[in-house]
């Protein structure tokens, strides 16, 4: 009865040494090479959210960001209601097919609201 447990234990412990030795083949280079506690310029610049990398923590933020964070939620999370529709289509038939289109329709009416009101212009 355990050796049937026997592959799963194995899985385990070649996932663990993978892990393992990647981490600490990660500290031994860059030890080598001597990369931490260095601060490079790409590393302090500015980087996506558009503010310096070291200042107070409780600086105004701009609410842009946010807005274009949760606008990449709502289309993102739409691709995840895109598979499992395709792989069941032939089985929904002709209303499955009409429930995503208003699904998409929906969308397309926020993306477009969101384009005229210039949410996705960046100054």
Excluded at 23 to 48: D, H, R
Excluded at 75 to 90: M, N, Q, S
Excluded at 98 to 108: Q, T
Aim: charged share 15%.
């Amino acid at each position: 009865m355990l050796e049937l447990y026997l592959p799963i234990l194995i899985f385990l412990g070649v996932g663990l040494g993978i892990g393992i030795i990647s981490l600490l083949a990660g500290f031994v280079i860059g030890k080598l090479l001597g990369v931490y506690n260095k601060p490079m310029a790409a590393k302090t610049a500015p980087y996506e959210c558009g503010f310096e990398a070291f200042e107070d923590a409780r600086m105004k933020f701009d609410v842009r960001y946010y807005l274009v964070a949760i606008l990449f939620i709502l289309f993102d999370l739409e691709i995840a209601f895109f598979f499992p529709w395709a792989v069941v289509l032939k089985e929904l038939g002709p209303n499955g097919y009409w429930a995503m289109m208003i699904f998409l329709g929906v969308l397309v009416v926020g993306f477009i609201y969101e384009w005229k009101k210039g949410a996705l212009e960046w100054e």
